[in-house]
Structure formats: C-alpha cells, structure tokens
C-alpha cells in the first residue's frame, strides 16, 4: 500500500523558517510530480508550489521568494523550506504526489495526513 508521510509542522513566531518533508513509501514504480497545498480554517485549499521529477518549479505567488521546494528521487520524498514565515501562513499543510503503481501500471494521485503549521507569537 502506498502511503505519503509527512514531517516538520509546528508553531514558530513570525519571520521564522520551518522545513517540511514528505516521504513516499510501500510498493511503487516511479513518483513524477509532487506538490504541497495548504488550507486554512475556513478557506478552501491553496496550491503552494510543485516539482516534477526533473526538478522544474512552480510556486504561488504568495510564497516566491519565501519558499523553497525541492525533492530527493532517491529518497521519493519531496520538501517544503519556508522561511520569513506570516502568519497567514498558518494551516494544515498536505503533499499530494502522483505515482505509478507496479500493480496496476497506471499514475495515481496520493495525498499524504496532512501537518500544522502555526504562525504566531
């Protein structure tokens, strides 16, 4: 069973950085794109930046500049380094990776539990 297992969230006071990790584990083929999205109370979910396997990027603009994402394939696990952190950074963050199965030979999406992020001081 494929599962996506996250790391990293907590409280930290604004202007502070934090790294989140998301590792994919169990029975699979390849991974190609990983993301992170976020959703805070009440607001639907954001999409935060993606990677592909070849390392192209895409981030919203309420991050540029601020966050870094990036991926280890030997590893299957992508990162979310987020720094000069507001607190309207603050919600459940989730990594979401598509990934080829060897059972079925297909590319399905997989969302991992999701991680607090909490921004105040």
């Known amino acids: 069973q494929v599962q996506l297992v996250e790391s990293g969230g907590g409280l930290v006071q604004p202007g502070g950085s934090l790294r989140l990790s998301c590792a994919a584990s169990g029975s699979f083929f390849s991974v190609s794109v990983m993301a992170w999205y976020r959703q805070a109370a009440g607001k639907q979910r954001e999409l935060v930046a993606t990677i592909t396997r070849g390392g192209s990027t895409t981030y919203a603009d309420s991050v540029k500049g601020r966050f870094t994402i990036s991926r280890d394939n030997a590893k299957d696990t992508v990162y979310l380094q987020m720094n000069v952190l507001k607190p309207e950074d603050t919600g459940s963050y989730s990594c979401?990776?598509?990934?080829?199965?060897?059972?079925?030979?297909?590319?399905?999406?997989?969302w991992g539990q999701g991680t607090q992020v909490t921004v105040s001081s």
């Open positions: 979401y990776a598509a990934i080829t199965t060897t059972a079925m030979g297909v590319t399905l999406p997989y």
